[in-house]
């Protein structure tokens, strides 16, 4: 059974790259604080990059898009009991699947601080397979029925500092406000991995 999640987990993670390297387009420059579904920033200059060139293309960049909040997944590291958890937005809490018991159970999924004055939280995914290239996704859920996603794209190592200070100077767009999730003091704890 971990054989088959770990190779859904692969899947889905080619289909992310496929989807940054096809779906994206090009065109203007933006604000670092500016939300454009589906459009690439290059967090030096700020200006959206042509990636829709066939190939693999291993240009640290962050993307940064908005899904709808019941889209959230965040896929836990290979070890973990916990294969994956989502977001339940009618009552505002994570949930968490279990390897062994089949079932989903609410949890305490802690947020960290990102922004100017550290003061937005965001729900982090790192990647999960030694196989993928290094991807992080910040998940900031909003007032707007949505939810922000930051995802930085080889932006580890000695590309590690481009994505800290883009989350950094990130500030939300005028009358969006950020909230955190209820937590409750029976539901186990998980911390980002």
Not at 34 to 48: C, G, M, R, T
Not at 114 to 132: C, F, Q, T, W
Request: contains cysteine.
């Amino acid at each position: 059974m971990q054989y088959i999640n770990a190779v859904i987990s692969k899947l889905l993670t080619l289909l992310i790259i496929i989807t940054s390297i096809v779906g994206c387009s090009l065109g203007k420059n933006l604000a670092p604080n500016e939300i454009v579904p589906n459009q690439v920033v290059n967090p030096k200059d700020s200006i959206i990059r042509d990636i829709e060139t066939p190939g693999y293309d291993p240009t640290p960049r962050i993307l940064v898009s908005t899904i709808p909040l019941n889209g959230i997944m965040i896929r836990n590291k290979a070890g973990s009991n916990i294969s994956r958890i989502n977001y339940q937005a009618e009552n505002n809490r994570w949930i968490a699947e279990y390897f062994m018991e089949k079932k989903w159970k609410p949890i305490n999924y802690k947020s960290i601080m990102i922004g100017k004055n550290n003061d937005i939280p965001a729900y982090i995914e790192v990647g999960s397979m030694r196989a993928e290239p290094c991807i992080q996704h910040y998940y900031i859920l909003t007032n707007n029925a949505d939810a922000i996603d930051i995802e930085g794209f080889n932006t580890c190592g000695a590309y590690a500092e481009l994505l800290t200070e883009f989350l950094k100077s990130y500030s939300l767009p005028k009358g969006t406000k950020a909230y955190e999730v209820k937590t409750n003091s029976s539901w186990p704890s998980v911390f980002p991995r």
